[in-house]
């Protein structure tokens, strides 16, 4: 009984061994076992019938190689050749494809694991994630180095959150100081646009920023519309964009990234988070000409710039032509750095002031018909740091 079981031991051992070595030897049996267990999981992950889907790409060190190649094109195969399936597959990029497929191949310790990400293209969610792991050996680590391209613009991969647009932006979460959110994403292509939809859960002080080695530019917009409430270029680390904000809870906010020049591409983290800042005036939300709020001749209102960023607009009717002033400078001191624009209705610039008053206080005379006009009023200060009064006075 005792040598029947050493040689069952033996045996089980001796399998082993040998089924390592085969594995060591050829590793395109174990690939292709693990993308065909992968199709039948993502088959069962698929809610509905009916579906279209769109296979993108497998990224290793910012570079698509040949495992990347591979998986995509195995993958293609394995989903097309499920009997009965319930969905349809077609080219990444068409018109109606529901639901995208891509991931990652990293290397963890002694093996390489690659991530597959099912994503609803309608609201960028997660619906499953599965890997798979395999051993790093000569074979496998030829495959990460066979094909890996980098350098020129068209080494740099596109990101699963693609297609997405200023109307179709890929909801991201927003997190706080000491727990930022995080998301990386690529400019893979000239003129390649990121959007990123944020929905504050509270009224406060939003930064939105990019980290990484690019040049980024940053703009912010509320949902419909085309201006920007806010654009910055370098006030992040080193070279990339960064935007403190004030939000208030449940307004939609959208953040575009680009590259500075429109044909930088690369690799970068974008990061939302909310912040303790200034308590924003009474008059907020009126970061936008179509937010501005009423003020009345002769009468000073006082206001706050909660940020470098913030843009306060107010309107003000004229009944009677003629000549009139519009001020706007600290209220503690003259060394509150403001400038003023005035508008008329139709969103076209009639004049600016920066430094007009005492010091670094605004000042701007002008001739009015009647008419409603618009003066937006801004901080050239990096912290402005005190409130604010604007005023309009008839001369």
């Known amino acids: 009984m005792k040598r029947d ?8 051992f001796s399998g082993l061994s040998v089924l390592g070595g085969q594995n060591s030897a050829d590793p395109l049996p174990r690939l292709d076992a693990a993308v065909q267990s992968l199709a039948v999981s993502l088959q069962k992950a698929i809610p509905g019938q009916g579906q279209k889907l769109a296979l993108d790409q497998w990224v290793y060190r910012d570079s698509i190689p040949d495992l990347g190649f591979y998986w995509a094109a195995q993958l293609t195969e394995e989903l097309t050749n499920i009997p009965g399936r319930t969905f349809s597959l077609v080219d990444f990029g068409s018109e109606g494809a529901g639901w995208i497929i ?6 963890a310790g002694g093996f390489i694991r690659v991530y597959t990400r099912l994503r609803r293209v309608s609201d960028n969610s997660i619906q499953t994630v599965l890997h798979a792991d395999f051993p790093r050996d000569e074979y496998i680590v030829a495959m990460l180095a066979g094909g890996a391209r980098g350098g020129s613009s068209s080494s740099v991969p596109r990101d699963s959150y693609e297609p997405d ?16 959110s995080s998301v990386s994403r690529t400019l893979h292509g000239s003129g390649d646009e990121d959007f990123f939809l944020l929905t504050p859960d509270r009224d406060g002080r939003l930064v939105v920023e990019t980290t990484g080695g690019m040049d980024t530019f940053m703009e912010l917009y ?5 201006s920007p409430i806010a654009r910055d270029d370098d006030d992040g680390e080193e070279t990339n964009a960064k935007i403190s904000c004030n939000v208030n809870a449940g307004g939609g906010y959208i953040a575009k990234i680009r590259g500075y020049d ?3 591409t690369g690799r970068y983290t974008f990061h939302a988070y909310m912040v303790e800042g200034p308590i924003p005036d009474e008059y907020e939300d009126d970061n936008e000409f179509s937010l501005a709020k009423d003020i009345s001749v002769g009468i000073p209102q006082q ?8 843009v306060d607009w107010v309107k003000f009717p004229v009944s009677r032509a003629g000549s009139y002033v519009i001020r706007a400078r600290g209220v503690n001191s003259r060394e ?4 003023v624009e005035l508008y008329d209705s139709n969103h076209k610039l009639i004049a600016e002031d920066d430094d007009g ?3 670094y206080d605004s000042r701007l005379s002008v001739n009015l018909r009647t008419g409603t006009y618009y003066v937006s009023i801004r901080s050239l200060d990096d912290e402005p740091d005190e409130p604010y009064t604007v005023s309009i006075n008839a001369e």
């Open 262 to 264: 429109n044909n930088e």
């Open 102 to 107: 891509a991931g990652e191949i990293i290397e």
């Open 5 to 12: 079981k050493l040689l069952l031991v033996f045996i089980f």
């Open 165 to 180: 647009s200023l109307n179709r932006p890929m909801r991201a979460e927003i997190g706080t100081s000491e727990n930022r």
């Open 357 to 359: 008053g005492e010091q």
């Open 222 to 226: 509320r949902p419909g519309s085309g």
């Open 303 to 310: 206001h706050t710039f909660t940020n470098a960023n913030d």
């Open 336 to 339: 509150l750095d403001t400038c």
